[in-house]
């Protein structure tokens, strides 16, 4: 499985950003797929995640109401839409992908990851 982030860039608070992953070499619709985000000085974290099949989510809390994240089947595209961006938001995104059935809100839970897309937010 590849995966190639994109869509990051500057905004002010408060605006709004999408983010795309195109998926490619998936051969199961048994997959779940994810966005994780990385601070400079922090860990990687679970920002959200979609069960490819059933469309199923699961957000992290700190982006519950404001974070989106979709899938478009057809185009083999995952999106994150990004509404009321805080600078606490302004990370390196990265999405993943796992095989399997459940969300998982780890590292370690996925086994394929694209490369990072930068996201700043300017306060």
């Known amino acids: 499985v590849q995966l190639q982030a994109s869509g990051g860039g500057l905004v002010q608070t408060g605006g709004s950003l999408r983010l795309s992953c195109a998926v490619s070499?998936?051969?199961?619709?048994?997959?779940?797929m994810g966005w994780f985000r990385q601070a400079p000085g922090k860990e990687r974290e679970f920002v959200a995640g979609?069960?490819?099949?059933?469309?199923?989510?699961r957000h992290a809390d700190s982006v519950k109401g404001r974070f989106t994240i979709s899938r478009e089947n057809a185009k083999n595209m995952v999106y994150l839409q990004m509404n009321s961006l805080k600078p606490e938001d302004a990370a390196v995104y990265y999405c993943?992908?796992?095989?399997?059935?459940?969300?998982?809100?780890?590292?370690?839970?996925?086994?394929?990851w694209g490369q990072g897309t930068q996201v700043t937010v300017s306060s």
């Open positions: 993943a992908a796992r095989i399997g059935l459940w969300i998982g809100v780890v590292v370690d839970d996925y086994a394929y």
């Open positions: 979609i069960e490819w099949s059933s469309g199923a989510t």
């Open positions: 070499g998936r051969t199961s619709s048994r997959y779940v």
